[in-house]
């Protein structure tokens, strides 16, 4: 990381700053209930950023937030307020604070947390994303990627993948808004996804493979529930991505070099 | 003597627990906690035979050759196992069948063959007998806990009787189906190891890496 005024809460923030459209776009849509969901879950994460910030002088972090806004904007509807906390809960303490907070997962928590809450209560029905979420997602990205917090290969990869499957007749019309927020809030997380070149293209277009895949083989899916499966699957894989690429990288360079 | 038999018998309860510590047996805790009876029988069936086990390879440790003791350890326990199995099927059939091929599997688990290895080949019978019951009691009290954790948060249920009333019921309780599954289990294992790591710091491992020291740029 350059050094300098850049540190883990100034990406935390420009990460923030960048999914801001996201998150008044959906506040838009989903209005007061949204507002209610969202704040319980910044408070409920914040609380927990706070225990281990006691237990084990883990400073808390703004990454918070945009865990708490993938979450508002994924979690299945009609679950309790028990059952929510058991799977927030679980998502960022074992995918994130137990590692020693963002920043050292090697999963994103808000991922986890979904699906751990789809496989837990898989009766509750997933949300639908509104269109306009998902085209406020684009410009998050662009922004991302711009200010060098989100990777640009991850997107590229994606897109590319996914373009291949629209190519090839995949209709992919209806998952198009899920698509693009669970990219913006779920794949392109700074920590979570590949750190090499060639690792995140191949992160990007595992995802964008995954989820054509599953969009095209897997009979009654939500579009959320593909995209959360993609997302985790491609950052379970993100870690063997790199090591490809490192692995050719390394082969290149004997070749080269002698 | 007596009271080091008594350290013999506490101490694989938590502070050397042979799952918990030593990530021994863990195949068979994962596969039959789905329910609080099956792990109950597991843990009874694991028990007995890792008693009798100690006590009948102590007995005979001066005649086994060191060559082929494996051999003579997994003979030993294999005969034991079969012994429980079809006692388990002439008296629990019901439950036999729920943990199917997991009994037989004991004769395979780490933890039987680990403490006839280490202990039970080196010692007189009655603390040989007196350690592996102290290991079995270890390895039941981590198949209890995870088992009445999974049953209760599974299906609302213990030893099959409704504790909380499900909503299918008409109660409240909605089941964590992911409960029953078997990533469950590897949570709950994660969780305990940690909780008890947490109580007692000794028990943590070094750490692999050391983090580089890092400071901010003009500094």
């Known amino acids: 990381m350059i050094r300098g005024i850049w540190d883990r809460e100034t990406v935390a923030l420009i990460l923030v700053a960048a999914l801001a459209p996201v998150a008044v776009l959906w506040l838009a849509e989903a209005r007061g209930a949204g507002a209610v969901r969202l704040v319980s879950f910044v408070l409920t994460i914040g609380i927990l950023h706070l225990l281990f910030m006691l237990a084990r002088a883990q400073p808390p972090s703004a990454a918070a937030l945009v865990t708490a806004l993938a979450l508002a904007v994924f979690t299945p509807e009609g679950l309790g307020p028990v059952q929510l906390l058991l799977g927030i809960a679980f998502g960022v303490v074992t995918a994130e604070l137990a590692f020693g907070g963002w920043g050292r997962n090697i999963l994103n928590p808000a991922t986890v947390a979904l699906a751990f809450l789809g496989f837990g209560f898989p009766a509750a029905p997933w949300p639908d994303v509104a269109v306009q979420v998902g085209w406020a997602a684009l410009p998050a990205l662009a922004f991302g990627v711009l200010a060098g917090v989100m990777p640009g290969g991850v997107v590229a990869g994606a897109a590319l993948a996914l373009g291949a499957a629209s190519a090839l007749g995949l209709p992919l019309g209806p998952a198009v808004p899920a698509l693009l927020a669970g990219l913006a809030l779920l794949v392109c997380d700074p920590v979570a996804s590949a750190s090499t070149p060639l690792g995140r293209w191949l992160n990007g277009a595992l995802f964008g493979g995954l989820a054509a895949a599953f969009l095209a083989g897997w009979d009654g899916a939500h579009p959320v529930q593909i995209v959360v499966s993609a997302a985790l699957l491609a950052a379970l894989a993100a870690p063997l991505l790199d090591e490809i690429a490192i692995a050719l990288w390394l082969y290149r360079r004997r070749r080269r070099l002698g | ?219």
């Open chain 2, 1 to 219: 003597m007596a009271a080091r038999l008594w350290q013999v018998l506490t101490d694989p309860l938590v502070r050397q627990n042979p799952v918990t510590l030593q990530i021994l047996g863990i195949c068979s805790a994962l596969a039959v906690t789905t329910a609080l009876d099956t792990a109950l029988t597991m843990a009874v069936s694991l028990t007995v035979v890792v008693v009798l086990a100690a006590g009948i390879v102590s007995a005979i440790r001066r005649f086994i050759p060191s060559t082929i003791r494996l051999i003579v350890q997994i003979i030993v326990v294999a005969s034991l196992v079969i012994v429980i199995d079809q006692v388990l099927q002439a008296y629990f059939f019901e439950i036999s069948k729920r943990l199917s091929v997991f009994v037989s599997l004991i004769t395979t688990n780490c933890l039987v063959l680990g403490r006839t290895e280490s202990f039970a080949r080196n010692n007189p019978p009655l603390p040989s007998m007196i350690d592996a019951l102290g290991n079995g009691l270890g390895y039941s009290l981590v198949l209890i806990v995870i088992g009445a954790t999974r049953e209760l948060f599974g299906a609302g249920s213990l030893m099959g009787v409704q504790i909380l009333p499900t909503v299918d019921q008409g109660g409240w309780f909605t089941p964590l189906g992911l409960m029953l599954l078997a990533p469950s289990a590897f949570f709950l294992l994660g969780g305990l190891v940690w909780a008890i790591r947490s109580a007692r710091p000794e028990q943590a491992e070094a750490a692999e890496h050391v983090a580089p020291a890092v400071a901010e740029a003009g500094r």
